[in-house]
């Protein structure tokens, strides 16, 4: 697996439009695959990313992990600042996925769209899949992420008073157009400490992410060291 890191450049038109809309911000990563683009390119390439926006500075990341090793050479003109401080394209290999361990305690990052389905029915023997309902307030979304985490070979740590290690921030809506069909997705971040349980579980779910949304900029799970 590859992990970029990625600065972008606030004041440029085209990445203020992605910013702005979730479906030109997917066109513009999945440029870093250009020559392997095809039906379910996302899946194949095993593409994820999150958007991250400074509080104070506005400064934009984008944080994105692949299966196969990106080139983004092809983003558009301007579209990453030059920095005096340092690079603003990082791309490594995440060797730490292969070393992780059961029972290991480890930081974690998730940006996910904590949903239930409503209307949900069986017609005519076949069952029909609902809508999708984001959840609004932290304790249900605490309850989506330990649902998640069940299936996903971990666990969310909890302090000495057994309260859940993890941070929620809601996030403001965001939207674009898929197509002549409006989109609008609810986020949240997930920040804490989990405990590896099944290392091969936990594995795919880092690679195939969590949650629903994925080509939008939910579902990476990103961790590290504590």
Partial sequence: MYLSRLIL???????????SDVQ??????????????????????????RLEVAPTSGALTVIVQSAVEPSWRGL?????PD????????????????????DQVLRFRLRANATRRIE???VNGQRRHGRRVPHRDDARCLDWLKRQSRQHGFEIGED????PEVWVSREPP????????PLTIEGVRFDGLLRVRDPSLFREA??????PAKAYGFGLLSFRSV
């Fill in 9 to 19: 450049n606030p004041l440029n038109r085209e990445i203020a439009r992605a910013v």
């Fill in 24 to 49: 030109r911000m997917h066109s513009m990563v999945m440029s870093g695959f250009a020559s392997d683009l095809g039906p379910n390119a996302r899946q194949r390439l095993g593409v994820l990313y």
């Fill in 206 to 211: 880092v690679q195939a992410g969590v949650g």
């Fill in 120 to 122: 949900t029915k069986s």
């Fill in 174 to 181: 965001v939207r674009g157009r898929r197509s002549s069909t």
């Fill in 76 to 80: 558009v003109p301007g579209a990453l």
């Fill in 83 to 102: 920095l005096s401080g340092g690079p603003s394209v990082e791309v490594r290999v995440l060797e730490e996925l292969e070393r992780v361990a059961v």
């Fill in 160 to 163: 000495q008073a057994r309260e």
